[in-house]
């Protein structure tokens, strides 16, 4: 015997898979259209359902009506803040807009008189030079006289009045008729008009404002805005000396007398000069209260309303107190922030929000998998779990805030921490695999950040948390492993949360302290509650355990202690079976625990009939002689539904029902089928009228490695019993063969062993067998043999028969034992 093993190929041209024309074979499907139909429907109703459920959760206040309150009622009851919502301060709004309006600065419009006035003065002086120039005997003492001659001739020329009146039309100042007459004297010399020119230029572009002390008082408060009227620029200015008033402004141009008579000739001119100069000064900053007002009014408009937080379950009145206008403003700003209509549509977008994540993960990580069968019991399983561990969390964030407040040293976030969240992933990967506990980590992770405000790094707490207590679990043979798993996530909890903490800023404080005792204590919470829940989950969805299969795995259990009495054949067949598939499981990554108990009850509805097997009959007497091979494949069919149903009596588990009723697949009892086919041959009838489908088993074929590996070694163990001399080269020659039968078969399409798994298995059956059916020592023969016993009875030459050499007919003898099992 080789180690190893190898599985002949199929016939070149053979399909692995039956076809049609093969014949039609009864095996039902992993899940029918019907079946899917169904969990389609289930599913739909299931994702909706907690789509909706968690969204009224998430919003519970649209369930119930606000109370009414008025001025000077007496509360009935505590109120809380169900929300987050903010109150305005009106009196410390109006006072921050006031402050706004009084720092507005006002506006002065600004009228340059460069802009006007200068070419006003040249055009008087252009225009007035058309009079005649006086004599220059006028400068003499006789000037009076020669004078009043001068003005007559002149009357007489030009109307002196119209050039007059022009004069100081265009400049819009009052006539002045000696200022007039001095500069006709002069013949309004050029030296005037600049020195006007420059003077007022120099005063208005400083700016003359006619009430001073409005404009100083506007000053001191901040500045105002110069907005010049032809240019529309707008510049700010605090410096208040660089104004005049009206008459700061004429005296600033008094002042300059001295400095002009001694660069103008005659010296008259410069106290024409000034004259002029002070007559055309005027006011050109204007306050402009319009603008003023609609920026002021502007500025108290940008200012935002002051408010203050009220926080989620702070207390807006308590009990007994009489209803204030404070107590009445809390109430209707939380009225004013719970809009009913805007909650109602919260929940379906929350529902819809919600609705996708389940149906997105259902359908990429779910459908279709092991981990949700068509019964829909996984799936309802999986759906009341997050929604428990859900509700339970809801109901423990208001049981956390009224702790928290009634001590007040610590906030309620840091007893979120002793949250058992763990406890879902933990009955998740129990009884639906690791794969699904990650799944349903990260859904129920999201669903517990959202009812603490959307915080990531609770996120981040419980999804870790979750994960851990997934790992830990996920190969639970005792019930002390939940308590062991809960002390290392309660010790990864306590360390998340100080972390948690750390971010912000209060390590060094009670509320630290605080959240981590809650996390180590969550995690224990977990291993507790998961251990206590077990039990009733296995009761109520009839799912199967390590734990539980480790006591159906007694052999003092009553089913098996009735089979070893009733078919005692078949419980030692079991037993051996079971020893096969233990050693192997493992090699393929199988469940050994699954694959050993199924096997001890894979046979158990032999119990019934156990007689017309052939591992019970201890006589000569075979009872399928007197049946017809239709009737005989009948019985041995019958044994895979009367074991389901003992099965499901006993409660043995689904995983167990399963491989009970898949462990002959759809497969061809083909010693009757071929008895058959001989006797209507006999009878001269087409044996084509012998339908295999008859003589089959009804399936599923093998849906799970472990039933796969469950048929292989029910088919082989019973072929190593025909064996007249089962040496290491017959035993591994028949595992070959039978392997190779039941692949090319097709029975084993449906399971998840691959070609090195089948290799793996001939191997491991391979040394199993040889130990069992090893070689025994050949006594000596005794001189005086004692009579023979009857056939069911002891016989002390039995181990000498099984032993050294065998005739020529063993090789028959065995090839008709095999094809009694439908093997060869």
């Known amino acids: 015997m080789t180690d190893k093993t190898k599985i002949r190929p199929l016939p070149k ?68 803040a169900s929300h987050d919502f903010l109150i305005e301060n009106k009196a410390l709004t109006e006072a921050d807009r006031e402050k706004a309006a009084r720092d507005t600065m006002a506006v002065y419009d600004f009228d340059n008189a460069a802009v006007n006035v200068v070419p006003a003065i040249r055009e008087a002086f252009n225009m007035s030079r058309m009079l005649p120039v006086p004599p220059s005997d006028l400068y003499g003492s006789d000037e009076q006289s020669a004078s009043e001659e001068q003005r007559t001739t002149t009357e007489d020329s030009v109307d002196y009045n119209i050039v007059k009146n022009r004069f100081f039309s265009i400049l819009e100042i009052p006539p002045d008729e000696d200022l007039f007459s001095q500069l006709v004297r002069f013949g309004f010399p050029s030296s005037v008009e600049e020195t006007v020119v420059r003077m007022v230029t120099a005063v208005s572009g400083r700016g003359v404002v006619g009430n001073r002390a409005m404009l100083k008082n506007q000053i001191e408060k901040g500045g105002i805005v110069l907005h010049e009227i032809y240019s529309k620029k707008e510049i700010s200015v605090t410096d208040f000396d660089r104004f005049f008033d009206l008459a700061g402004a004429r005296q600033y141009v008094e002042n ?27 006011p050109n900053l204007t306050f402009n209260q319009r603008e003023t007002e609609a920026r002021k009014e502007l500025a108290r408009k940008s200012v935002k309303p002051v408010y203050f937080r009220m926080k989620k379950g702070e207390m807006l009145v308590r009990e007994g107190e009489r209803i204030g206008p404070e107590h009445l403003l809390r109430l209707s700003e939380a009225g004013k922030s719970f809009n009913r209509i805007d909650m109602i549509g919260r929940v379906p977008a929350m529902a819809i929000l919600i609705g996708f994540l389940l149906f997105v993960v259902y359908i990429v990580s779910l459908r279709g998998t092991k981990s949700i069968r068509a019964d829909g019991r996984d799936l309802v399983f999986s759906a009341s779990v997050l929604l428990s561990v859900f509700t339970f969390f809801w109901t423990y964030d208001y049981v956390a805030d009224e702790i928290a407040r009634g001590f007040g040293s610590f906030s309620s976030t840091a007893l979120l921490f002793a949250m058992p969240v763990a406890t879902g992933a933990m009955l998740i990967s129990i009884f639906q695999g690791t794969v699904m506990a990650v799944t349903f980590s990260l859904i129920i992770s999201v669903l517990s950040s959202l009812l603490t405000g959307g915080r990531v790094e609770f996120f981040l707490y419980f999804f ?121 499981a493992k090699a393929v990554q199988a469940n050994p625990l699954l694959a050993k108990v199924s096997a001890y009850y894979h046979d158990i509805g032999k119990m019934k009939k156990p007689l017309y097997f052939v591992e019970n009959q201890t006589g000569s007497e075979n009872k399928h002689e007197r049946l017809a091979p239709s009737m005989s494949s009948l019985i041995l069919i019958s044994h895979v539904k009367d074991g389901a149903e003992l099965a499901k009596k006993h409660k043995l588990g689904r995983e167990i029902i399963d491989i009970i009723q898949q462990h002959h697949g759809s497969s061809l009892i083909s010693f009757f089928y071929q008895k058959a086919k001989d006797r209507m041959g006999s009878r001269g009838s087409k044996s084509t009228e012998i339908k295999d489908e008859d003589f089959r088993y009804p399936g599923p074929k093998p849906q799970t490695k472990e039933a ?75 001189v005086e043999r004692t009579p023979k016993k009857a056939r069911n009875g002891n016989t002390n030459h039995a181990a000498t028969e099984d032993s050294g050499d065998k005739k020529s007919e063993d090789k028959a003898e065995t090839e008709k034992g095999l094809r009694r099992l439908g093997l060869s």
Not at 40 to 52: F, G, H, I, K
Request: charged share 20%.
């Open 13 to 80: 041209g053979k399909p692995a898979k039956r076809t049609e024309r093969d014949g039609a074979v009864r095996a039902k499907p992993a899940a029918s259209p019907k079946k899917r139909q169904g969990a389609d429907r289930l599913s739909w109703a299931v994702l909706v359902t907690l789509s909706l459920v968690i969204s009224l959760l998430l919003f519970p206040n649209i369930l119930s009506k606000p109370a009414s309150y008025k001025l000077g009622d007496i509360a009935k009851r505590d109120i809380k």
């Open 256 to 282: 300059q007398v001295d400095g002009l008579k001694a660069s103008m000739q005659p010296p008259q001119l410069a106290g024409l000069s000034v004259r002029l100069a002070q007559a055309l000064i005027e």
């Open 708 to 782: 796969g590996l469950v048929m292989l070694a029910d088919m082989v163990e019973a072929a190593a019993r025909s064996l007249v001399d089962p040496t290491p080269a017959r035993i591994q020659g028949m595992v070959q063969k039978i392997i190779n039968k039941a692949f090319s078969d097709g029975q084993l399409d449906e399971c998840e062993l691959t070609l090195k798994d089948l290799h793996e298995i001939a191997k491991s059956f391979n040394k199993t067998l040889s130990g069992i059916f090893h070689h025994r020592i050949e006594y000596p023969e005794v």
């Open 464 to 584: 870790v948390s979750s994960i851990v207590a997934a790992y830990g679990v996920r190969n639970c043979y005792e019930r002390g492993i939940l308590i062991k798993t809960g002390l290392l996530v309660g010790l990864m909890n306590a360390v998340l949360a100080l972390a948690v903490e750390m971010i912000y800023g209060s390590l060094y404080s009670l509320e630290a302290l605080i959240a981590a005792t809650c996390g180590l204590f969550g995690g224990l919470l977990s291993g507790v509650i998961a251990t206590g829940i077990l039990p009733l989950v296995e009761m109520s969805f009839g799912f199967t355990t390590d734990i539980k299969l480790l006591e159906l795995g007694n052999l003092d259990q009553p089913l098996l202690r009735e089979l070893m009495v009733r078919a005692p054949g078949t419980y030692h067949h079991s037993v051996i079976i079971s020893n096969m598939v233990e050693a192997t």
